[in-house]
């Protein structure tokens, strides 16, 4: 299948810092990623649509100023948590389509001190 | 987009056969049926996909009757390394559709566990 890979797989940061994932289609164009959040032992929960060359669209609840999302190209989208806090500690996974299925990426685990 | 409802958890032992079935009563006529396996830690992994009767690959099938209301993910011989949570999620997939109808929403999913 399609290949989904996100950069870093995890990272440690000190509360108030912005971190940036990556994530990447890497034998695919993707012009629509998504950006899912989970917590131990939850389900993922879909935080935004990434859509190439246009704003997101995020859901209900999530703040678009805390999660920007960049998507300047067919292969690769960013999430960027600004001014984190612990609460943001999570597991955030992106996903792409390619043809009918969707592919995940394989998590950056975000730890804020 | 179309809820779906799975056991919570299910035990079995090494070399049986697992059959995880999903309802999703209110599944639309454009909507797949896909399934996925995560580990702890891990993106969930694609398994298994389709619309409707049979499907088969090399790791799983997927039945699905004609309703389409609900579908079972049957798993041949688990070993102890199929332990993982599995996903039933409904949606329209195709690249031809947009905006809020290409999302694919989890649900709770199934906790498996292999036992030797």
């Known amino acids: 299948g399609a290949v989904v890979s996100q950069h870093p797989s995890w990272v440690i940061c000190k509360s108030g810092t912005s971190v940036k994932i990556e994530c990447r289609s890497l034998d695919f164009q993707a012009t629509t990623m998504f950006w899912y959040r989970q917590f131990p032992k939850q389900s993922l929960m879909l935080m935004a649509t990434s859509n190439e060359g246009s704003k997101a669209t995020y859901e209900q609840g999530v703040e678009k100023d805390k999660f920007l999302i960049n998507h300047a190209s067919l292969t690769l989208s960013t999430l960027t948590v600004t001014s984190a806090h612990p609460e943001d500690s999570s597991f955030y996974i992106c996903?792409?389509?390619?043809?009918?299925?969707?592919?995940f990426g394989p998590g950056t685990r975000l730890t804020v001190l | 987009l179309a809820k779906t409802t799975q056991p919570i958890s299910m035990d079995s032992y090494e070399g049986q056969e697992v059959n995880i079935t999903c309802s999703h009563n209110n599944i639309a006529t454009n909507d797949y049926i896909t399934w996925y396996q995560q580990f702890p830690s891990q993106g969930p992994r694609f398994i298994i996909q389709?619309?409707?009767t049979k499907v088969t690959n090399e790791v799983a099938s997927l039945f699905i009757p004609a309703d389409r209301k609900s579908s079972t993910l049957s798993l041949p011989r688990v070993s102890l390394s199929d332990t993982a949570v599995y996903y039933c999620?409904?949606?329209?997939?195709?690249?031809?559709?947009?905006?809020?109808?290409?999302?694919?929403?989890f649900g709770s999913g199934t906790q498996l566990t292999v036992l030797p």
């Open positions: 389709g619309y409707k």
């Open positions: 999620l409904v949606g329209d997939t195709s690249p031809f559709s947009s905006g809020s109808a290409r999302q694919l929403t």
């Open positions: 996903s792409a389509r390619s043809s009918d299925t969707q592919y």
